[in-house]
């Protein structure tokens, strides 16, 4: 079929479980044909689209007809182990009406952490967008313990933005029940204004979405503009929106503004940037001063041992490491040259002076500009 001409190609659909139950205590069957409707339709004019569905752990605990905490088993893995099925048995069902194959894929933070696990996932889902199957994507809840929190991420806002950058979508749109990012909690504030869109997610508007307290799903605002964060800087746009609004979906994809829109950052990072900013695997952070941070981010140079105040965390070269500036914010993150010991050692003090200090230098940027995100 002819592609129309629509702003985004390739989109990311990530489904709450509010909006899957409609508020209910099991899968609402109605809400869940009417957004498979869109996206078949939208996957049918051509467009890549995938899914990131929460509502496992919800049809689980239907299922079982559960509400008591189960003694000695952890409750959230029998949840989802048992809900999984159901889940993807309605969009199973769904999409056949339409001759969609879709396929389910089960991610935990741990699968993504090493380099070839990230291009593994990557290839995995990339095929099945070019097989023109539909993929729907969970956390792999039943082995991502809560013990762990490096290898979970616990929220399907974080895994949906994860996604986004993996397969580097255009668009992702977290529809949940609320219509967007306001000035204040709506619940609290009857004067409270949906804010249409965002350029940059700067500290204000983190503080706003820490301040709204959200009913809906895992998550709550603070961890959907965190989330949003991570996906802008990959390039992607972002959209919050109510999933109940009519055609949702499909307005949104042919660019109508609905909801809160988040602009990218950067135009496109190439694939190995997208992995160093997911953050799957920093090892530490580094302080650097303000002329350093000012470098970093308006002259995009490569940060220089001078220009570290101080360090956190034990890292090897090669690591990832985030990088903050004297305020306590995160300006970007980069694969290091030199080891957490190393730089110990060397911060502070001129690039000509790294092999006197330390008899070797790996050359004289402790993160070089090539492998470094600023955000
Ligand atoms: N993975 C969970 C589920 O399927 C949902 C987590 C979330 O909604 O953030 O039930």
Redesign the pocket.
């Known amino acids: 079929m002819a592609k129309l001409s629509l702003p985004y190609n390739r989109i990311v659909v990530k489904l709450?479980?509010n909006l899957l139950t409609g508020g209910s205590s099991q899968l609402d069957k109605d809400i869940m044909s009417n957004l498979s409707a869109q996206i078949a339709r939208l996957h049918q004019q051509g467009l890549e689209m995938l899914i990131v569905s929460?509502?496992?752990?919800?049809a689980g605990r239907h299922k079982l007809g559960l509400t008591k905490g189960l003694k000695g088993i952890p409750y959230r893995q029998v949840l989802?182990s048992v809900g999984q099925n159901s889940l993807m048995n309605v969009y199973e069902n769904l999409f056949s009406q339409y001759n969609i194959t879709v396929a389910q894929a089960l991610l935990t933070k741990a699968d993504l952490a090493d380099r070839s696990g990230y291009l593994n996932a990557r290839n995995a889902l990339l095929s099945l967008l070019e097989l023109r199957v539909l993929c729907i994507v969970?956390?792999n809840?039943v082995v991502a313990v809560d013990e762990i929190q490096e290898a979970r991420f616990g929220?399907?806002?974080n895994l949906s933005a994860m996604v986004a950058n993996l397969i580097d979508a255009d668009l992702l749109t977290m529809l949940t029940d609320i219509a967007g990012l306001y000035t204040a909690d709506p619940q609290r504030h009857p004067d409270a204004r949906l804010i249409p869109r965002v350029k940059r997610i700067d500290p204000e508007i983190e503080r706003l979405a820490a301040d709204t307290q959200n009913k809906s799903?895992?998550?709550g605002m603070a961890t959907k503009v965190e989330a949003a964060k991570l996906a802008t800087a990959s390039g992607v746009t972002v959209i919050f929106a109510d999933g109940h609004e009519p055609d949702v979906i499909l307005r949104l994809a042919s660019g109508e503004a609905i909801g809160t829109i988040f602009s990218p950052v950067h135009t496109r990072l190439e694939s190995r940037k997208r992995w160093i900013l997911s953050g799957l695997c920093v090892r530490g952070k580094l302080i650097v001063d303000s002329g350093a941070a000012m470098a970093l981010k308006s002259q995009r140079r490569s940060l220089l041992a001078a220009g570290i105040k101080s360090l956190q965390g034990r890292f090897q070269r090669g690591d990832i490491v985030n990088i903050q500036d004297p305020q306590g914010i995160r300006i970007g993150c980069g694969i290091t040259n030199y080891s957490s010991a190393d730089i110990e050692t060397i911060m502070g003090s001129h690039s000509g002076r790294i092999t006197a200090l330390l008899g070797y230098d790996y050359g004289t940027e402790v993160v070089h500009r090539n492998n470094l995100v600023i955000l």
């Open positions: 709450g479980t929460s509502g496992a752990i919800a989802a969970n956390e809840d929220d399907n806002d799903g895992t998550g």
